[in-house]
């Protein structure tokens, strides 16, 4: 006696999930095309199913919203922004579809481009499987229209496993609103912000006492910050042991500095 056959349509929602999970993404794309019902579980579901993972990211904005962006895809064989695909918005809506049709957990470097002052960070991933450490950079710069400066390029190594620690709805707009992105001039709050969500592995976390008008140097003000999270208390037995190293002592990393000179000016905090 023939099996009857079973119709994938009156399986429960979870039973579908799981299918829909085995798929790959242009799979996906065309079941939502042919079938209605697959089209709304598909776009309920979208985080938990496979989606095209973006290794390289730049996000171009104004005071208002995202521009565009410029990406490569996980494994494209891209070793630079020079062939990445990129895609510009006429509303924030479109910038929030994008994101949510992408993959950003295992994202390498990410790059914030202001067009408004211009004002730029670089966050790069640069661990090496090889060695028992993780390893990332940040780059920022900024210019007046006349004039270049530069802040000093920052370097954190951990034995632990740091990562860039945006996904898709940590990329959103409200989330880049909070970041201060938008902001003018507001570039080093951005930057500890992000180095501290980077340190603490946890974007969420708020940092209140975090001042634009701070003239603490960099490496004080993370480490008042840590402090307050109780990241350097000694009496936690989870405590993170840090130092920081800064060999430019007489340069003023905060507010920016002008090299004037090609000169490399770099901290290291050291996660142990």
Not at 23 to 37: H, I
Not at 179 to 187: A, R
């Amino acid at each position: 006696m023939d099996k009857p056959e079973m119709d994938l349509l009156s399986l429960p929602d979870n039973f579908k999930l799981q299918i829909l999970k085995k798929l790959d993404w242009k799979s996906l794309k065309n079941l939502k095309l042919v079938c209605r019902d697959f089209y709304f579980i598909i776009e309920k579901n979208i985080q938990f199913l496979d989606r095209p993972k973006v290794e390289h990211l730049e996000i171009s904005y104004d005071k208002y919203r995202p521009l565009r962006v410029r990406y490569d895809l996980k494994d494209s064989g891209n070793t630079s922004f020079e062939t990445s695909k990129m895609v510009e918005f006429g509303n924030a809506c479109e910038y929030e579809d994008f994101l949510r049709n992408k993959d950003f957990t295992g994202i390498k470097r990410l790059v914030l481009n202001t067009v408004t002052n211009p004002e730029l960070i670089i966050l790069s991933d640069d661990s090496d499987t090889r060695r028992e450490f993780s390893k990332l950079n940040f780059y920022t710069s900024i210019s007046n229209g006349t004039s270049y400066f530069e802040f000093p390029q920052i370097t954190i190594l951990s034995t632990k496993k740091l990562v860039i620690p945006y996904n898709g709805n940590l990329l959103g707009m409200q989330s880049l609103r909070k970041l201060g992105i938008f902001e003018v001039n507001k570039l080093s709050l951005v930057l500890k912000k992000i180095i501290m969500d980077v340190i603490t592995g946890n974007p969420m976390l708020e940092y209140e006492n975090t001042s634009i008008v701070d003239t603490k140097r960099l490496h004080v003000q993370i480490a008042n910050h840590l402090f307050e999270l109780g990241l350097l208390n000694p009496e936690n037995s989870c405590a993170l042991k840090i130092s920081i190293t800064d060999d430019f002592s007489n340069l003023q990393l905060f507010p920016r500095i002008s090299t004037g000179k090609n000169i490399q000016v770099v901290v290291t905090i050291l996660i142990g």
